[in-house]
């Protein structure tokens, strides 16, 4: 057995099923491949032919992923996502990289639907996302590339690096990026290996309330990686107020984000870029529009996350406490 295929799912049987078409119909011998969907708490379960399912009850994808990989037979491991339409030459697209560089963390494509680029927020969702995508194949410098929606390493690196980390629920597979890169791993893009998303944030109203969501499950990979520049970046853009500690532009900006972020604001905001998908479809205004309310929900879940990091911390700190005077009065 040359690769498994990890897929992890949840509630998504008919996207599901298109994937793993796409996966039993790739150029490369049926005998050179496994499929491993781990059903993470779906409902009804997931039941399907052909494919190796191992059932989960809503562990969060990190550990999905980490249950298929320990099942895996194969020396080489492929993640796909449960919402991917993948290209026939996928898996041996993968293994030719791999054969060229078998200790490297292998990133495929990800582009978006034909039908979703002809609409004006596919066009300029598919440039946001390719913007820090290399131009071409082959080994790449871009410490954190990689999509675990597309993506192939080896088992036994995978698992010598720790596989994905479970306390991390969003940019789990960047945060391995760099654990890689930080073991002197090389990372290669595999630009062939196509994946097409088909995803639900097809317009700028779900596709904001995902950014926010993210942003705000982004936190503990921030923290963990706080020296990375796109961290710092993000701390010096969505932060709290530090008057006297930071730049007074940055302080100010703040401040004007966080009006603009109030929800009647970002209501009245929503508005202005639905008159101008109409009236102005090609302007460089609807353009700035779809970056400004992106950058407010960023904004919004970065500042939600931190709160929610803290409170946790607080909360470990007191029962860490708790549980040393304890331990002082026993002895």
Known sequence: MLISVIVPT??????LLKTIGCLQR?????????????????????????????RLEGVERSIARNTGAKEAKGELIVFVDDDMEVCAELLAEHLKAFNQFQ?????????????FLKTLFGKFRQELEQDVVPPKGGLTDVQNLCTAQNMA????????LGGFDS????????????RHRAKNGRTVFVKDALAIHH?????????????????????????????FSDNIHRENVNG?????????????????????????????LFFLTT???????????????????????????????IRSYKSFEMKLEKSFNADSSALRTRQ
Not at 153 to 160: D, L, T, V
Not at 244 to 267: D, H, M, N, W, Y
Not at 288 to 293: A, D, G, K, N, P
């Open 103 to 115: 200790d490297a963390l292998l990133v495929g494509r990800v582009s978006l639907s034909d039908d």
């Open 199 to 227: 995803d639900h944030a097809t317009d700028i109203q779900s596709y904001c309330t995902r950014s926010e969501w993210g942003m705000q499950n982004m936190i503990p990979y921030c923290k963990r990686h706080a020296e």
């Open 153 to 160: 390493i080896s088992k036994e690196r995978f698992f010598a």
């Open 275 to 305: 008159l101008l998908e109409r009236n102005a479809p090609n302007s460089n205004l609807l353009k700035r529009f779809y970056s400004l309310l992106i950058g407010l929900h960023n904004f919004r879940g970065y500042r939600k996350g």
């Open 26 to 54: 790739q150029t490369l011998g049926a005998e050179d491949y496994e499929i491993i969907v781990v059903d993470d708490g779906s409902t009804p379960p997931v039941e399907t032919k052909g494919v190796n399912v191992l």
């Open 167 to 178: 306390e991390i629920v969003s940019c789990e597979d960047q945060d391995f990026a760099l």
């Open 240 to 268: 709290f107020l530090k008057i006297g500690r930071e730049p007074f532009s940055r302080s100010a900006k703040k401040i004007i984000t966080s009006i603009l972020s109030l929800k009647a604001f970002v209501s009245v």
């Open 10 to 15: 949840r509630n998504r049987h008919e996207k």
